[in-house]
């Protein structure tokens, strides 16, 4: 063993309190990044910081041109909602490489920055007269926050900023057989149509392939033909009907109140923000919104179901749905109706999941009854779950989990209430409450009902 020369004349053994290596420059190292910080946090500097203002710039409202004759003009402030994904195309304002992504996404806010597109004229002497715009002529797709317009090259598409031969589209008729005669005619708002590329001729196409992004689960977007993807390109492609990923439709507000100029930044309404919320919760699975009351139970320490709005904003926060302080006044404005400063969770949750209709409210409560054997009105967890079949739920069927993690994750959601083993038909309600604000139709949510329960 060696010994340092201090230890060999009986200095103080070497301890963690000793200091070695470069350890003053560590230290001031330190207090450098401490101070550094401190600095852009006052500054509203941090990278944070940033990415929350960014969000609040793409969520603010902004107009959306209504149209009175039924024809798109130049100067329109419209969105393009692809009839494959359902969704509206948007700008991702974090991804920027050549120039921003865009995505299609199904959670329609309402007319805001990402999503809202104004269009415009490629050349003034194009041989069009009037503001009115026509299929085949060259057009621009200017991005409303940005002076930045639609680009594509190759199959990639983004907005950039520049006025290049890149940027030119052109809305063909949708009917092959009539595309050729429609060429100059005026172009109706609110209608199925296709948006050619002027440079490469493909089409504008978003298909069901999940991108994630900071704003969650959002569409990849491309330009080509659907056919394009597998090998079926001929030349007779103009003569043939477009997939449904290339179908687009340019809307316009449906109300002229959605038109008028805003003064100062409008924020989200009520309704876009629960709309957005809820979108969100259910991008993770239909149990999104069970999951998130569960989390609200755990910060409810004196079991009163209410939470100040701090709370309220870092359960929201602690899910992954990021809202500001501003954001969450507004939701306590129109939650908190005794003016308690408080948000009642359950009250906000039934505000997520709607209102259950006849039509549901019968399936349901022919499931349960159908587990009530003893006709008491109490149901077992036992019976339940010998029942129970999974193969029509819509995480299932959207390939989101199997059947067997379905069951599992369906039996470990009934111990919010009482853990005594016994079902009422309350939590039965609130269960498939749940589960309908993820299925769109009564078809659908019956098809699972069915299936689910042998009725």
């Known amino acids: 063993m060696l010994y340092t020369p201090q230890q060999m004349t009986g200095g103080q053994k070497y301890s963690h309190k000793t200091k070695v290596g470069n350890w003053y420059e560590e230290m001031a190292l ?176 978003s298909d069901l392939v999940k991108h994630k992004n900071q704003y969650g689960d959002e569409f990849k977007k491309t330009q080509n033909l659907a056919l394009e993807k597998t090998g079926m390109i001929t030349a007779d492609v103009p003569t043939k009907h477009p997939e449904d990923a290339n179908v687009w439709m340019v809307c316009t507000a449906p109300d002229p109140s959605y038109s008028v100029p805003l003064e100062g930044d409008e924020e989200f309404t009520f309704e876009d923000l629960l709309r957005e919320i809820k979108g969100r919760l259910l991008e993770r699975s239909s149990f999104g919104i069970r999951g998130l009351g569960r989390i609200f139970r755990a910060m409810d320490d004196n079991g009163n179901r209410q939470l100040d709005i701090d709370d309220f904003r870092w359960g929201l926060i602690d899910f992954g749905i990021t809202i500001t302080k501003e954001e969450a006044a507004q939701l306590l404005k129109h939650i908190d109706r005794d003016g308690s400063g408080t948000i009642d969770f359950d009250e906000f949750l039934r505000f997520l999941r709607g209102d259950l209709n006849d039509f549901r409210k019968n399936l349901i409560n022919q499931a349960y009854d159908k587990l009530d054997v003893n006709k008491d009105g109490l149901v077992k967890l036992d019976d339940i779950e010998k029942l129970y079949d999974a193969s029509q739920h819509p995480d299932v069927m959207d390939g989101k989990k199997t059947e067997q993690e379905v069951i599992l994750e369906f039996m470990q959601k009934w111990d919010t209430q009482e853990k005594d083993g016994i079902i009422t038909i309350e939590e039965f309600y609130d269960y498939f409450s749940d589960v309908s604000a993820s299925v769109d139709t009564d078809e659908y949510f019956e098809a699972m009902m069915k299936s689910a329960w042998k009725l």
């Open 30 to 205: 330190e207090e450098i990044k401490a101070n550094d910080y401190d600095s852009k946090k006052q500054n509203s500097e941090l990278g944070v910081t940033a990415m929350h203002t960014s969000f609040a710039k793409t969520k603010k409202r902004v107009p959306q041109t209504y149209s009175e004759d039924g024809l798109l003009h130049f100067g329109d402030h419209i969105m393009l909602s692809n009839k494959k994904t359902t969704g509206v195309l948007v700008t991702n304002l974090f991804e920027k490489l050549e120039g921003y992504g865009v995505t299609t996404t199904t959670n329609i806010a309402g007319p805001n920055g990402r999503n809202i597109y104004t269009m415009g004229r490629y050349e003034e002497l194009d041989g069009f007269e009037g503001n009115d715009i026509h299929y085949g002529q060259k057009i621009k797709f200017s991005w409303h926050s940005r002076k930045a317009s639609l680009s594509a090259k190759g199959e990639e598409v983004c907005v950039i900023h520049k006025n290049a031969y890149d940027c030119v589209w052109e809305i063909d008729h949708i009917d092959p057989k009539i595309r050729f005669e429609m060429y100059g005619e005026k172009v109706p708002a609110n209608e199925p149509v296709l948006i050619k590329h002027s440079n490469t001729g493909r089409y504008l196409a």
